[in-house]
């Protein structure tokens, strides 16, 4: 079966401008959750979806918001891009919850110059 | 809050040497465990879970790992690196709420040990 596709792979993005971020899940998988990956931080968890609620979320400020579609389907958007917003954005997708195996897209590269 | 904490940033090896990563997480109750590997180009993939059980759980391509829970500690292990094991390899932990596997629906990760095997 088809794996997580997030789309684009890659952005470049000024600073101020605002971002937004695709993810589409595995078929029949209902949990997404988004993660910031950076080479000092490693993964940050950003926040968790299920149903169209979000559930969880981490410590990142509010220009950082994400939302689900009745189709599992994620999205997140950074608004006022700082140039520390660099970084890989990861989404995961889960059958139904994020204790159970999360598997991974490619990410999308997003560089703020 | 949990954490966990991935002391060896980089390791260097030599085929067919031993490999240990550690991993040693912080938090007072019941706990799920994984390890994840990214290859070079690669998105990331399960390497290995614990949720319950055998605390010595074997992964894929020959890693294994063992949870101690008085140590707070899920290393990973494997008897024999090969050059393909070159990967960036990162703990991660989920809190396990109530008697069930059920989590808090967030993973933790540490920040990652990054592995060279030299050929």
């Known amino acids: 079966k088809a794996g997580v596709t997030q789309t684009p792979r890659y952005l470049i993005k000024t600073r101020g401008q605002q971002v937004t971020l695709s993810c589409s899940p595995i078929?029949?998988?209902?949990?997404v959750s988004w993660y910031q990956q950076t080479p000092g931080q490693g993964l940050q968890f950003l926040f968790e979806?299920?149903?169209?609620?979000?559930?969880n979320k981490g410590n990142f400020p509010g220009r950082f918001s994400g939302r689900q579609f009745s189709n599992s389907r994620s999205e997140m958007n950074v608004s006022t891009l700082e140039l520390g917003d660099s970084a890989l954005y990861l989404c995961?997708?889960?059958?139904?919850?994020?204790?159970?195996?999360?598997?991974f897209g490619q990410g999308t590269r997003l560089t703020v110059v | 809050a949990q954490s966990v904490s991935q002391h060896n940033h980089h390791v260097i090896l030599s085929e067919a040497a031993s490999l240990e990563l550690g991993c040693n997480y912080s938090?007072?109750?019941?706990?799920?465990l994984f390890w994840y590997v990214q290859y070079p180009g690669q998105h990331l993939q399960l390497l290995l879970k614990?949720?319950?059980?055998?605390?010595l759980v074997k992964g894929i391509k020959g890693f294994e790992a063992e949870f101690i829970k008085s140590k707070f500690s899920f290393n990973l292990r494997k008897p024999s690196v090969q050059w393909s094991d070159t990967a960036e390899y990162f703990c991660a932990v989920n809190a396990r709420l109530g008697g069930s596997n059920f989590g808090n629906e967030k993973l933790t990760f540490g920040t990652g040990t990054r592995l060279t095997i030299i050929p």
């Open positions: 995961a997708s889960s059958l139904d919850r994020a204790t159970t195996e999360a598997f």
């Open positions: 938090y007072g109750g019941t706990v799920n």
């Open positions: 078929s029949g998988h209902r949990s």
């Open positions: 979806y299920f149903s169209e609620t979000q559930r």
């Open positions: 614990y949720f319950s059980g055998d605390p």
